[in-house]
């Protein structure tokens, strides 16, 4: 499998305020990468496939202009959460594919983001 | 629409009271399904991924099956370290690779 990190692992903010969790790949270039969020007790939800070099694909619904995704680089994606408000508090896990198949997916730890 | 379900949706089972956790899928064009062990707080852990009826894998106590409408995820003598929520996840036969997540099973192993 792969080693994904994410950072940082708790963040709590103002409403308001715009928070940026990273994600990197520490064994493996990926050249894409997938953002999640999970509220308690659901599942896992996508929000939009990260690809190095272009533009995210938002998933229906997930707006683009609040959580920015970057994928700069074959081991480093990041979301950018802009004006959080109390109900984008959640679990934000990332995850990349290619590593071995290239249909298996390899989670990183999750950010918990709390906006009070 | 594609669905993904599973069942059922908590399991307290004894120590070493052996059980089988079902995911149901109704999708056109399946490419593969997945398995993955989510504990508290944390991220998914893969465990499995089956792509064709009457593949099976195992690891350990978990034995997972494939058949064109579900897949089973059988727990043999399961200890109290097994206790997670389960996951099955399914990927489409497209470009995209991303994983449409059932919702999930919540597994207590008793010692």
């Known amino acids: 499998g792969a080693v994904v990190s994410q950072h940082p692992s708790r963040v709590i903010c103002k409403s308001g305020t715009s928070v940026k969790i990273e994600c990197r790949s520490l064994d493996f270039q990926a050249t894409t990468m997938f953002w999640y969020r999970q509220f308690p007790k659901q599942s896992l939800m996508l929000m939009a496939t990260?690809?190095?070099?272009?533009?995210?694909?938002?998933e229906q619904g997930v707006e683009k202009d609040k959580f920015l995704i970057n994928h700069a680089s074959l081991t480093l994606s990041t979301l950018t959460v802009t004006s959080a408000h109390p109900e984008d508090s959640s679990f934000y896990i990332c995850s990349l594919s290619g590593v071995g198949s290239a249909y298996e997916q390899y989670f990183g730890p999750g950010t918990r983001l709390t906006v009070t | 629409e594609d669905q993904v379900t599973q069942s059922p949706e908590a399991l307290r089972l004894q120590e070493g009271e052996s059980s089988s956790l079902n995911c149901s899928y109704t999708v056109s064009g399946l490419r593969g399904l997945f398995w993955y062990r989510q504990d508290p707080g944390k991220g998914p852990e893969f465990l499995f991924t089956l792509y064709s009826a009457g593949e099976e894998k195992e690891k350990e106590r978990l034995k997972a099956t494939l058949t064109k409408k579900e897949s089973f995820l059988h727990i043999t003598a399961p200890k109290p370290e097994d206790s997670a929520t389960y996951l099955c996840?399914?990927?489409?036969?497209?470009?995209?690779?991303?994983?449409?997540f059932g919702s999930g099973t919540r597994l207590l192993v008793r010692p």
């Open positions: 990260s690809n190095e070099g272009s533009k995210a694909t938002y």
């Open positions: 996840a399914v990927q489409f036969m497209d470009s995209s690779y991303k994983l449409i």
